[in-house]
């Protein structure tokens, strides 16, 4: 036997009263489900733990019947289901209050399935002061999409900027359409693998600052090297994203960190043209931290460094070459994000005077 579940709006979601039908193949007519694990934190978890029991009650209905589930909690919820023929003896009792003369119950088959609530999860996007919550909704391993009227909030959505320039960046139509591309998204899909960005970009970089064909002066200095490849732990990703950030920024600078000369510092080496330095793409990052400040600092590494490569100004050469993978996912999102955040002359949303965002972005005006 096997029983699914169907619910009501399509996925279920803590605080919202859930409707469960029943899909069912073998014999009976009656089922009875008892939760065996839950989410910690949860109604249900806290009454498998009391209780010291293996299971604990959570419905009986007709497989042709609907169940109302409110979880209180979101994740996952384990149910062992048994099914059962109900009906009566052959008979019908021979007498008032014969045993007989009840429906009776006969356990067919027992089979064990899942159920998952969804969670609302946020996230900071932005860097420094200039920033805003992104939220999404996930069922399963995968971003589904949610409306006011059905869960209550909705998402993708990036809400609560702290500034008028998150505000720019919030409003952006790249930055929204962005958002909205997560929705289907598994969750490995929507983060591609931070580690392969980095070890991508870190190829990328040692390709390009030494090709005489876009420096005057190749850049043997500011080399990454590959002890920098596969950082995988939380510590190695961040350590690693640091130290990339400073090579970069030295290497636009014309900076060779004291490696040819004795002192190092901005234009010490003429690695581009007339020995300018690519101030237009500085990044806004200048080190890792956290995980979330890993994950945004890896982003405006990527950015600054495709802007860099794309900056015909201080290179001898048109290009671009060496340019990192193109991003997807939240990767792509942030990094349009920190886009919006690091010019000075940002896309004015449509519903905004685009006098005030350069004012507000220009300037530092703030609306009175």
């Not at 979601?13 to 009656?30: E, H, I, K, Q, Y």
Request: aromatic share 8%; net charge negative.
């Amino acid at each position: 036997m096997a029983v699914t579940f169907t619910t009501q709006p399509q996925y279920a979601a803590a605080g919202r009263d859930t409707f469960v039908a029943f899909s069912v193949t073998g014999t009976g007519n009656f089922l009875r489900g008892f939760f065996t694990d839950a989410p910690i934190g949860s109604e249900v978890k806290t009454q498998l733990l009391n209780s010291g029991s293996a299971r604990v009650p959570a419905f009986d209905s007709d497989t042709d019947k609907t169940w109302t589930f409110r979880p209180d909690v979101g994740g996952v919820y384990s149910f062992q289901v048994e099914q059962y023929q109900k009906g009566t003896s052959n008979y019908g009792g021979g007498y008032q209050d014969s045993p007989d003369g009840f429906r009776t119950e006969t356990l067919t088959e027992t089979s064990n399935t899942t159920l998952s609530v969804g969670q609302k999860l946020t996230q900071r996007i932005g860097f420094g002061g200039d920033t805003a919550t992104l939220t999404l909704f996930v069922v399963g391993d995968v971003i589904r999409a949610t409306t006011f009227d059905q869960y209550g909030f909705t998402s993708p959505l990036i809400s609560d900027a702290k500034t008028p320039k998150a505000l720019t960046a919030s409003l952006n139509p790249g930055v929204i359409a962005a958002a909205a591309t997560l929705v289907g998204m598994a969750s490995a899909t929507a983060l591609q693998n931070p580690p392969g960005i980095l070890d991508n970009i870190v190829a990328a970089f040692n390709a390009h600052i030494v090709d005489a064909t876009y420096h005057p002066t190749p850049d043997t200095d500011n080399g990454a090297s590959a002890a920098y490849l596969s950082a995988e732990s939380p510590e190695g990703l961040k350590r690693a994203v640091t130290q990339l950030l400073k090579l970069l920024d030295q290497h636009m600078r014309g900076d060779d960190g004291g490696t040819t000369t004795s002192t190092g510092g901005t234009g010490t080496r003429p690695y581009h043209v007339s020995s300018q330095t690519d101030w237009l793409n500085a990044a806004l990052a200048t080190n890792a931290g956290d995980t979330l400040d890993t994950f945004v600092a890896l982003c405006d590494l990527w950015r600054a460094y495709d802007g860099h490569v794309r900056n015909a100004v201080v290179h001898s050469a048109p290009g671009p070459a060496h340019t990192p993978s193109p991003l997807f996912g939240l990767p792509k999102l942030h990094v349009l994000f920190l886009a919006q955040l690091s010019t000075p002359t940002p896309t004015a949303p449509p519903s905004v005077n685009a006098a005030v965002t350069a004012l507000i972005h220009g300037a530092g005006f703030e609306e009175a």
